[in-house]
């Protein structure tokens, strides 16, 4: 696609239960970031992929969560025994270079509620 | 770690008026900085950028403003629109693969 894809777009899931989110990048670009966005608040860093480096997961809250990309494409954030305060918008970003001087494409996000 | 700030958490402006944006960086090895606009229900998207060896950077209707000394950063927006409401985050990057960091973001109300 032309753009970065989110899914699904909306999740509403109970407490204790697993859930994934998938990520499809631009094609080509190397870097993936994950930030989670709480309402009316800013964007809160998670993980980055940088093509096959290590992933930065300084920013995952807990062990609860994990991420993976595949093949240097798709991406899964997965968010294990959810709780009421992992309700947010969960914001996938991909880049060409990877941190290097360019911009980040953001996807349409995916609204996770936990009742 | 280093983070990017900005000063003001709302900001309304007066349809047809010009619009400043602060933010404040703290990572002095930043070399690129870049605003994002997100209206609502969408994901951030690219305004503008510069870098570390540019003061000033000029878009159609933005003007970045960058201060290396007092690590200052601001977006300007001139004859604010209606389409212009949205929150504006600040990003910087200090190169080689570092991650982009954002800002707490600023929300702009354009009142008609």
């Known amino acids: 696609g032309a753009g970065v894809s989110q899914s699904p777009s909306n999740k509403v899931t109970e407490k204790g239960k697993d859930v994934e989110l998938r990520c499809d990048p631009i094609?080509?670009?190397?870097?993936l970031y994950w930030y989670r966005q709480s309402l009316g608040q800013g964007l809160e860093f998670l993980i980055y992929f940088q093509g096959n480096s290590a992933p930065d997961k300084s920013g995952l809250p807990s062990d609860r969560f994990s991420a993976e990309r595949t093949g240097g494409s798709v991406s899964t954030l997965t968010i294990q025994r959810t709780q009421q305060e992992d309700s947010a918008v969960y914001l996938c970003?991909?880049?060409?270079?990877?941190?290097?001087?360019?911009?980040?494409?953001f996807g349409s996000g995916t609204q996770l509620s936990v009742l | 770690g280093e983070s990017v700030g900005l000063h003001l958490p709302t900001l309304s402006v007066q349809e047809g008026d010009n619009s400043i944006i602060n933010c404040a960086y703290s990572n002095s090895a930043s070399d690129y900085f870049i605003w994002y606009k997100q209206e609502s229900g969408k994901g951030p998207q690219f305004i503008i950028d510069?870098?570390?060896?540019?003061d000033k950077r000029q878009g159609q209707r933005v003007t970045v403003l960058l201060n290396k000394t007092v690590k200052h950063l601001s977006l300007q927006i001139a004859a604010t629109q209606p389409g212009d409401s949205a929150v504006y985050f600040c990003a910087e990057n200090s190169g080689g693969y570092q991650k982009v960091t954002f800002g707490i973001g600023t929300k702009l109300q354009v009142i008609p």
């Open positions: 510069i870098r570390s060896n540019m």
């Open positions: 094609s080509g670009h190397t870097a």
């Open positions: 970003a991909s880049s060409f270079l990877g941190g290097a001087k360019e911009k980040l494409f």
